[in-house]
Structure formats: structure tokens, C-alpha cells
């Protein structure tokens, strides 16, 4: 099923995929796959966040895929990948493997980026053996494995019980966004973006999140209040860096610092002035060169390619 989830002209139009395809999870769930780039590039997988889409990380596909070969899926229920009833941390493990195994050779190994809710599907898939297969280092963007409402900054009151109330109903909202009107962006970029974003780089985030079905962003938003991964980040082996930006209200950086205390192959934090939540879109340069990074160092290019 196909959803109008993207700006269709500009910087964060995505790029048509080489080719797309569907993986089927443990649990018989469908997810919308797309290929960039050649086949016999290196590859890096990229995790988009809770109400977004592989339209999240255009900036990132439209470099990356000139010379390495870019996997994107839609998370379930986001996208074009079908509304499924179940949701919890083990379902999004359950997917990355299913992706993992649909794109990727037996003996391949790929960066894996995710971002926000990307990032907590990385961690909640940290011990399992199709991502132990697959998986030659990580990025983690703007994420955070536990107490995600009580740290949240989105609310400007100081951290205690009434800021965590108010923060859990601000984020589950049952209600429809509604179109992409000048007050929803102001709303947008201020809960999730930093205070110098382009207006075309809110305008790409407020018609991505807008599009999300209501109850599927009702639905994950009480399985993040609840979510404690941080079993997961200590078993997350691989080097892995970490990004946040200093104006992110939704996972501040005190949960950057937080995972690079817990990892046990930690490659720094990169703490980038004024970004809010939105890195991949609010700095996509920086964020596509640390995944270019990780590639050089970590990936073996396939002979003959």
C-alpha cells in the first residue's frame, strides 16, 4: 500500500531504488525493502525512527548509493510496509533480521544505521545471530535504550513526575496530524528539530511524520515509554560511534553519553551544535561521512566489484 510520505522535489526527495522487494518477518509481517546503488558495493543498512520512512534518510541514499550499495526499509506499520497489530522491541529484532536475510549474502557484512527508534531496534537486535552475522559496526543516531519520557527535555519544565505526565500524553496523541499547515511545522521544528533547521528541511520531516497513520504512531509511542534496552547496548559488540545533537529534546544527549558508557566497542560520540532530533536531515553531510567512515574502516569491499 502505497502512502504519499515524502516532498517529491529537492535535496530530500528520495531517489528511486534500484529495486525494492518485500521481507516477511518472524511473526508473517511485511516490509517494504528498497536497493540504491550496485550490487556489488559495499552495503549499509539504514533503520529509520518512530513515524518516519524511507524517506527519512533521501540526503543519505542519494550520496551514499554513487559507489555503495544502500539498504532501506520501512519499519512495520510506517511507510509502505503494511499496519500490523503487534508492536514491541522483539518485532523490530525480528524485522532487521528479516531484512538482513533478504538483501544480504550468507558471509556479507554491512554498517547498520539507525536512527532514533532505529537506533533501539539495533540494540533490541543486538544478541541475535542474524545481526551477529551481518553486521561489521554501527552508527547509532540520536537514540537513547531506556527512560526515554523522563529524560526527554520537550516539556520546558524540570525533570520530575509532571514533566514525564505531561511528555507521555504530548507524544500519545491519538489524534490525526492533519495536513502540513504553517502552525504544524512551528510545532514540528520545535519538538524535534534545532532552532536554525531550513524551512525545506522541516517542510521534508512534517510531511513524512504527518503521514504516519494515527494509530500506528499511538501504538509505538507506548512501547518507547515503556522501552528499557539497555541489556542490549552492553551485547552490542561491534564498533559502534554514536551522533546527537545538542538541541535534541526528544533523546538529549545525556542518552548518547549514556550508551557510550554501556558499549563495549564504543567509537565516540559526536555532539553536533544546535541539531535537534532530526540529524540525517539537519546535518546530512555529517552524518553520511561518518557512515562513509565506518564503511572504509570496517567493510570489505567484494572481489571483483
Known amino acids: 500500500m502505497s502512502r504519499p510520505t515524502h516532498v517529491v522535489s529537492g535535496p530530500y526527495a528520495p531517489p528511486v531504488p534500484a529495486r525494492a522487494l518485500t521481507a516477511r518477518s518472524a511473526d508473517g509481517a511485511h516490509l517494504h525493502v528498497e536497493v540504491h546503488g550496485p550490487e556489488n558495493a559495499p552495503p549499509v543498512v539504514l533503520a529509520h525512527g518512530w513515524t518516519c520512512s524511507t524517506a527519512f534518510w533521501a540526503a543519505q541514499i542519494r550520496e551514499l548509493s554513487v559507489d555503495h550499495r544502500v539498504i532501506a526499509y520501512d519499519q512495520r506499520g510506517h511507510g509502505r510496509s503494511p499496519v500490523s497489530p503487534a508492536c514491541s522491541a522483539e518485532l523490530l529484532a525480528d524485522d532487521l533480521e528479516a531484512v538482513l536475510e533478504a538483501t544480504l549474502a550468507a558471509d556479507e557484512k ?70 502540513v499547515t504553517p502552525v504544524a511545522r512551528r510545532i514540528l521544528k520545535y519538538g524535534t528539530m534545532g532552532p536554525g533547521s531550513d524551512l ?6 512534517a510531511r513524512i511524520v504527518h503521514a504516519c497513520p494515527p494509530k500506528v504512531r499511538y501504538a509505538w509511542s507506548q512501547v518507547l515509554d515503556l522501552l528499557d534496552l539497555d541489556h542490549g547496548v552492553r551485547q552490542l559488540t561491534v564498533p559502534t560511534a554514536v551522533v546527537v545533537g545538542t538541541a535534541d529534546r526528544l533523546t538529549p544527549p545525556v542518552h548518547a553519553h549514556q550508551l557510550a558508557a554501556a558499549l563495549p566497542n564504543c567509537l565516540g560520540v559526536s555532539e553536533l551544535a544546535g541539531v535537534g532530533h532530526m540529524t540525517p536531515v539537519e546535518a546530512p553531510e555529517l552524518v553520511t561521512a561518518r557512515i562513509r567512515e565506518l564503511v572504509t574502516t570496517y567493510v570489505q569491499v567484494k572481489e571483483g566489484a
Not at 200 to 205: D, F, G, I, P, T
Open 110 to 179: 554491512a554498517v547498520i544505521a539507525g536512527h532514533s527508534m532505529g537506533g533501539m531496534t539495533v540494540m533490541a537486535a543486538a544478541e541475535r545471530k542474524g545481526f551477529r552475522e551481518h553486521a561489521a559496526a554501527v552508527l547509532l543516531c540520536s537514540t537513547g535504550s531506556s527512560r526515554l519520557v523522563a529524560e526527554s527535555t520537550l516539556v520546558p519544565l524540570r525533570a520530575g513526575r509532571l514533566r514525564t505526565w505531561l511528555t507521555k500524553h504530548a507524544l500519545g496523541v491519538r489524534a490525526p496530524l492533519g495536513p
Open 200 to 205: 525545506h528541511m522541516v517542510e521534508a520531516c
